[in-house]
Each structure stands twice: as C-alpha cells, then as structure tokens.
C-alpha cells in the first residue's frame, strides 16, 4: 500500500469552483451610561474575514484535462477533520457551510472545532461544540449556506483551526474546494472530539468540503485584504500543506512587522478559474462581487487573473473565446466594482508561462498585451508586477528556473516568497 508519505508527495499539485461569502454586518453596540455624564460605552466585536475556501463543483465536466470524476460523491457515518490556516485571529470565531452544488439536503449531524497541533491532531483542551441557531446539528438546503453561531474559542493570528464534521446519514460531497493544497483528514464514526485521526492514505483528502468561510470577532480597526485570483492565488505548486501560497506569505509578512493596524490577508484564488467563462467554478466576472465584496470587513483587493482565458482556448476549450480586450473588460469592470464599494484595488501582472502545455506564440502576445494595460493602469491605488520578479531575464516568457515549477505555469514556494515579499506592506498600512 501506498505510504501517507508518497501520496502526499504525488497529490502535491493539481493539475489546473462557485461560492460567494456574504456581508456579514457589524453588531450594534450595547447601550449604556451612568450618572454624571454616563459611562464609556464598550465597543461590541464585529465579524473580520480570516479565511476563505471558494467552493466549486466536483462533479463539473473537467475530462479534457483527464480529471477523473470523484470516486465517491457521498460521506456517511463518517468524519472529517479539516485544517483552515488563519489570518487574523480572536475570541470568537464563526464558520460558513454551503450546499452549493449537492443534488440533496446536506445533513451536518455535529461539528466542533479546536486548535490543530498539525497531521490531524488536536489540543483536546480547546475542543468546543459549534451550533447553528442554538442547535448541534443542521441540514443545508440544495443551493443554501449557513453562518454558525458565534464560537467561544480564542485563536492566535496565524493559527490553525481544526474544524472535524461528522455526518451520520448520506452527506453529498460534491461542494468543495477542489484543490486545497491542504490535507484532511476522514474517519468512520464519530470521533469529532478525538484527539487524532487516522493518517493512511486511504484516509486523506486535498480538497475542502462545505466549509466556505471563517470569521473572527474583534474590537477595534483591522484591514482585510482579499486575494483574488486562480491558481498561482490558490497556491498550486507550493507544498502541500504547508501554507506557502504567496497571500500566506504576505499575511505573515504583516504579523512579523507589527505596528500598525492589524491586517487579515484572504484567500480568493480558484484554480482553473477564468474571468470570461464558468467551469473550475463560477466565471471570475460573476463571483468577484460575491467573493470579494462580501468578505466581511473587507477593505482592499489584489486581483491577478487571466492566464486560463488566454490559455484553455487554444488547448483545450476551442469554444470559448477569449480576447485581450475582454480580459481588459473584465479587469475593468472588477477595479469599478471594488472602488465603488469603498475598497482599494491593487492590480497584478500576469506571470510567465512558456513551457507549459497550453503555451503559445499569441498567448503570449495577449498576455503581454493585458500586462501593459495592467501596468499603465491610473485607476487603481497601484499595481503589483508579479510578471517582473519571477520572469527569466534571459527569456522573459518563462519563469525563471530557480521560481519555476515542474509544470512551468506555476512556481514553487521560493516564487511565491518572491511574489508576497515584492509586495510593499505599507500599502495597507
């Protein structure tokens, strides 16, 4: 039998998903004085976006890139244990499921959270129940979401949070999040309050299911940046579960220099996602208000998007077209949106991607086209040139070798350290 080892190491990179987190409002604060003059008023913890994990369907028609469908499309009597890293941390936090694409009810029988201590383990000291409206269990509609209630449980920033479901009747699997570049962890029974789980392979997952959305409640000011993009956002080619996709990176980054307002940085990406046509999710021009916009507190944007556009059609999807004045188009519409709800736009260029299968000659004059609009762009509060820092110098269509990995799309961890530290963090400040 395969080792955990060797499976982790094989399911490391996919190989190229709908959701939107909705507004969350703050809560009004407490009423309150004394006599001569009244009392300070405590001000009430509002709901910050800390994470996020974009649903897409497993079942969608992907079989041009040999994606077999998934082996099972249900969990029963069965637990599953999910890792979601943290930005921001707090008191109390709360989390979104969704059903977006089950063919029936989603049963959710118990769900309780903890601190992981890495592989699938727990501190049992910090394991608490999660309720919705008062009640352990729930059972999302076809197409619905549900918020938890909020959950006492204080979490550092940059923590982890161990989220183990358990589903006793028939649980429809095909809302997920394909490729987490994250491992999870499955069980029979219920041992959601079990110290740890099970490592063999055939235990192990890489995609989030339901689990669409984690808030944390805090006082006082705090910035949330939301990272939206496909997968050099979604971080494939990093290792797996070792949480070096570049919005990590930059996250950290902004804890380790302190000062300032705290700053929660998450992550939108979608791999396979495109601006111009659904599959791998819900078409970028649609989701961007849901998976942007509705991040609760959200108050900046980094969007680098476009590289499948230009590449699935002349690979692989013939039929749907794509222009380097569409994706201007979209980009365009995306930066309008954002800047009319108050939020500042960062734009990313498009990285290097000669060497990969689904380069060509005029892919490559189109991304340089959007590029050069990127960079000309007088919009937004400025531009990222992600382009820049990883291109070979020697031949600037390909990533350079020491950033590069195998698949040349994507890059490795050191490019995307390169790619969050070439972010200026006073930006957010």
């Given at each position: 039998?395969?080792?955990?080892?060797?499976?982790?190491?094989?399911?490391?990179?996919?190989?190229?998903?709908?959701?939107?987190?909705?507004?969350?409002?703050?809560?009004?604060?407490?009423?309150?004085?004394?006599?001569?003059?009244?009392?300070?008023?405590?001000?009430?913890?509002?709901?910050v976006g800390t994470w996020?994990?974009?649903?897409?369907?497993?079942?969608?028609?992907?079989?041009?890139?040999?994606?077999?469908?998934?082996?099972?499309?249900?969990?029963?009597?069965?637990?599953?244990?999910?890792?979601?890293?943290?930005?921001?941390?707090?008191?109390?936090?709360?989390?979104?499921?969704?059903?977006?694409?089950?063919?029936?009810?989603?049963?959710?029988?118990?769900?309780?959270?903890?601190?992981?201590?890495?592989?699938?383990?727990?501190?049992?000291?910090?394991?608490?129940?999660?309720?919705?409206?008062?009640?352990?269990?729930?059972?999302?509609?076809?197409?619905?979401?549900?918020?938890?209630?909020?959950?006492?449980?204080?979490?550092?920033?940059?923590?982890?949070?161990?989220?183990?479901?358990?589903?006793?009747?028939?649980?429809?699997?095909?809302?997920?999040?394909?490729?987490?570049?994250?491992?999870?962890?499955?069980?029979?029974?219920?041992?959601?309050?079990?110290?740890?789980?099970?490592?063999?392979?055939?235990?192990?997952?890489?995609?989030?299911?339901?689990?669409?959305?984690?808030?944390?409640?805090?006082?006082g000011p705090a910035r949330?940046?939301?990272?939206?993009?496909?997968?050099?956002?979604?971080?494939?080619?990093?290792?797996?579960?070792?949480?070096?996709?570049?919005?990590?990176?930059?996250?950290?980054?902004?804890?380790?220099?302190?000062?300032?307002?705290?700053?929660?940085?998450?992550?939108?990406?979608?791999?396979?996602?495109?601006?111009?046509?659904?599959?791998?999710?819900?078409?970028?021009?649609?989701?961007?208000?849901?998976?942007?916009?509705?991040?609760?507190?959200?108050?900046?944007?980094?969007?680098?998007?476009?590289?499948?556009?230009?590449?699935?059609?002349?690979?692989?999807?013939?039929?749907?077209?794509?222009?380097?004045?569409?994706?201007?188009?979209?980009?365009?519409?995306?930066?309008?949106?954002?800047?009319?709800?108050?939020?500042?736009?960062?734009?990313?260029?498009?990285?290097?991607?000669?060497?990969?299968?689904?380069?060509?000659?005029?892919?490559?004059?189109?991304?340089?086209?959007?590029?050069?609009?990127?960079?000309?762009?007088?919009?937004?509060?400025?531009?990222?040139?992600?382009?820049?820092?990883?291109?070979?110098?020697?031949?600037?269509?390909?990533?350079?070798?020491?950033?590069?990995?195998?698949?040349?799309?994507?890059?490795?961890?050191?490019?995307?350290?390169?790619?969050?530290?070439?972010?200026?963090?006073?930006?957010?400040?």
């Amino acid at each position: 039998m395969q080792s955990a080892k060797t499976w982790m190491r094989t399911n490391r990179r996919f190989v190229l998903s709908t959701l939107g987190a909705l507004a969350a409002g703050g809560l009004a604060g407490c009423g309150g004085g004394g006599s001569g003059g009244g009392a300070a008023v405590p001000e009430e913890a509002k709901p910050v976006g800390t994470w996020l994990g974009v649903l897409s369907d497993l079942q969608e028609d992907v079989r041009f890139l040999d994606i077999p469908p998934p082996a099972s499309t249900t969990f029963q009597d069965q637990t599953l244990r999910q890792t979601a890293h943290l930005s921001l941390g707090g008191e109390q936090v709360r989390i979104k499921f969704g059903n977006l694409y089950g063919r029936a009810p989603l049963p959710l029988a118990r769900v309780r959270v903890a601190l992981s201590t890495g592989a699938g383990t727990v501190d049992v000291a910090t394991d608490v129940a999660v309720t919705f409206q008062g009640r352990e269990s729930v059972s999302i509609p076809v197409g619905g979401e549900v918020w938890s209630d909020k959950v006492a449980i204080r979490v550092p920033d940059g923590g982890n949070l161990a989220v183990s479901v358990y589903v006793r009747e028939a649980a429809d699997s095909t809302s997920a999040h394909r490729y987490a570049n994250a491992v999870q962890y499955l069980a029979a029974g219920d041992v959601s309050s079990a110290a740890s789980m099970p490592s063999a392979p055939g235990n192990l997952r890489t995609s989030w299911y339901w689990m669409s959305a984690i808030d944390v409640y805090r006082t006082g000011p705090a910035r949330v940046v939301v990272a939206f993009g496909d997968s050099m956002t979604d971080g494939n080619g990093s290792t797996l579960g070792a949480d070096q996709r570049y919005p990590d990176l930059l996250s950290a980054r902004l804890r380790k220099a302190g000062a300032g307002v705290p700053v929660s940085v998450v992550n939108a990406g979608l791999g396979g996602n495109r601006w111009l046509h659904d599959r791998f999710g819900l078409k970028g021009v649609d989701r961007f208000r849901r998976d942007v916009l509705g991040v609760s507190g959200v108050t900046h944007a980094i969007v680098q998007m476009g590289i499948n556009d230009i590449g699935f059609q002349l690979a692989w999807t013939p039929d749907e077209k794509a222009t380097a004045a569409g994706l201007i188009a979209s980009l365009s519409g995306a930066v309008a949106t954002a800047k009319a709800a108050g939020i500042q736009v960062y734009l990313a260029t498009l990285t290097p991607f000669k060497g990969h299968v689904y380069f060509s000659d005029q892919g490559e004059e189109m991304r340089q086209a959007v590029n050069a609009w990127i960079r000309a762009n007088t919009e937004v509060a400025g531009v990222f040139d992600f382009d820049a820092v990883v291109r070979d110098p020697a031949e600037p269509a390909r990533i350079l070798a020491a950033y590069r990995d195998a698949d040349s799309l994507h890059v490795n961890d050191l490019g995307y350290v390169r790619m969050a530290e070439s972010i200026p963090l006073d930006r957010f400040r």
